[in-house]
């Protein structure tokens, strides 16, 4: 997840954002209408993430890690 903003520091809110795996594969791709983005549903693994406005890339991240996620279920009330 993250956000695009511009250098005054106002999110970009029709941003185009694309996942690329470690081939340079298009994963997948969405539109931060808030400014901001979630990818789910994605393999654990390397991968770069890019932003586009009208076309033209505007922000790149080459070494986003995506990592397993582990769900712990069990008893979380105290112990007082």
Not at 51 to 62: L, P, W
């Amino acid at each position: 997840m993250g956000c695009v903003a511009d250098i005054q520091g106002n999110l970009e809110t029709a941003a185009a954002i694309r996942l690329l795996d470690g081939a340079g594969k298009s994963v997948k791709s969405t539109i931060a209408s808030d400014g901001c983005f979630n990818f789910r549903d994605v393999a654990p693994g390397a991968y770069s993430v890019s932003a586009f406005v009208n076309g033209v890339e505007v922000a790149s991240r080459k070494s986003v890690w995506v990592a397993p996620l582990a769900v712990v279920r069990g008893d979380m009330s105290s112990h007082r």
